[in-house]
């Protein structure tokens, strides 16, 4: 099957400029992530979807962050303005809750590194 | 606070000498723990998780509620198992499906 997929790979911009990431998660995979990776450090969740709907955003900075997944398939990032901090690897990855399980197998896509100059 | 500790940012071991990666956790009540795994080039990948009590490339992990660890552990370690390996939870406090990471350790394996 056809893993997560995102773009662009790689991104450089300046600080205040705005950005966009994509995320195509694995077809059916109801649950989508959105996580931050600064370097040295281990992922942060970001974003959680439940189909169209959000799960958990509590560690979105809401005043400059944004996600949204319509029609419950694709999903994009944005960041608005961007600061220096932002700098890291933002990963995106999708799982499916097997029934009678709490949790299925998170599956990652290869990242988007975003430098903000 | 849900937390994932661990301590070594480099393990550098000869092939064929046994491997250990820490991983320590705090959290209240009980947890799922997981090693995920990145090697050179590749995605994030799920290795193992404790529910499964599997071995898969040869490692091993068991869950010590009392030590409240998740240790790694490989006899005899291969080249190809040079990566960066990640310890996360996950449990009813996190909303089960959110994992928590820990910081990483990159394990490199010399010939």
């Known amino acids: 099957e056809a893993g997560v997929a995102q773009s662009p790979r790689y991104k450089i911009i300046e600080k205040r400029q705005s950005v966009a990431f994509w995320c195509n998660p694995i077809?059916?995979?109801?649950?989508l992530y959105w996580y931050q990776q600064i370097l040295g450090q281990g992922p942060k969740l970001l974003i959680q979807?439940?189909?169209?709907?959000?799960?958990?955003d509590s560690q979105l900075p809401k005043d400059r962050f944004s996600a949204e997944r319509l029609k419950g398939v694709d999903s994009t990032l944005k960041i608005q303005p961007a600061k220096l901090e932002d700098s890291a690897v933002y990963l995106c990855?999708?799982?499916?809750?097997?029934?009678?399980?709490?949790?299925?197998?998170?599956?990652f896509g290869p990242g988007t590194r975003l430098t903000v100059l | 606070a849900q937390r994932v500790t661990q301590p070594e940012k480099l393990l550098s071991v000869f092939k064929g000498a046994p491997v250990e990666l820490k991983c320590n956790y705090s959290?209240?009540?009980?947890?799922?723990l997981f090693w995920y795994v990145q090697y050179s080039r590749q995605r994030l990948q799920l290795l193992l998780r404790?529910?499964s009590r599997e071995s898969i490339k040869g490692f091993t992990a068991d869950l010590n509620k009392g030590e409240t660890s998740f240790h790694l552990k490989k006899p005899f370690a291969q080249e190809e198992d040079s990566a960066m390996y990640y310890c996360?939870?996950?449990?009813?406090?996190?909303?089960?499906?959110?994992?928590?990471f820990g910081t990483g350790t990159r394990l490199l394996v010399s010939p």
């Open positions: 979807f439940q189909n169209n709907g959000v799960v958990d």
């Open positions: 404790h529910i």
């Open positions: 077809s059916g995979h109801a649950t």
């Open positions: 996360a939870l996950s449990g009813a406090n996190t909303g089960f499906q959110k994992l928590v």
């Open positions: 959290y209240s009540g009980s947890p799922e």
């Open positions: 990855a999708s799982s499916l809750v097997p029934r009678g399980r709490r949790q299925g197998t998170q599956y």
